[in-house]
């Protein structure tokens, strides 16, 4: 449900038209806008492995979520992490 609402939240400007067509295409020829392009593929990839992980080795998900809950109160983080900090376990512990 959460994904739902980041994703209608992130696609708004589009459906209302106070982002032109023209600045979407002028995205795919900003070097800003394709590195942005690349972090997004490589995020959704990190979530993906993250579900896999949180799955298979539950006993994660406590730390996962203490460790999310201390980013948000101590560095004034966001608390979308744990999804994406799971994918990153994933990668240094070498699981998938």
Aim: glycine share 14%; no cysteine.
């Amino acid at each position: 449900m959460g994904i739902i609402i980041l994703t209608i939240g992130v696609m708004a400007p589009i459906a209302s038209g106070s982002l032109p067509p023209s600045t979407l295409l002028h995205s795919f020829v900003n070097w800003k806008s394709l590195v942005a392009i690349a972090v997004g593929i490589f995020v959704s990839w990190l979530g993906g492995r993250g579900v896999t992980l949180m799955s298979t080795q539950p006993s994660l998900v406590a730390g996962l979520l203490v460790g999310t809950v201390l980013g948000v109160a101590l560095f004034r983080g966001v608390p979308v992490g744990p999804l994406i900090a799971a994918g990153l376990v994933s990668l240094l512990i070498g699981r998938q």
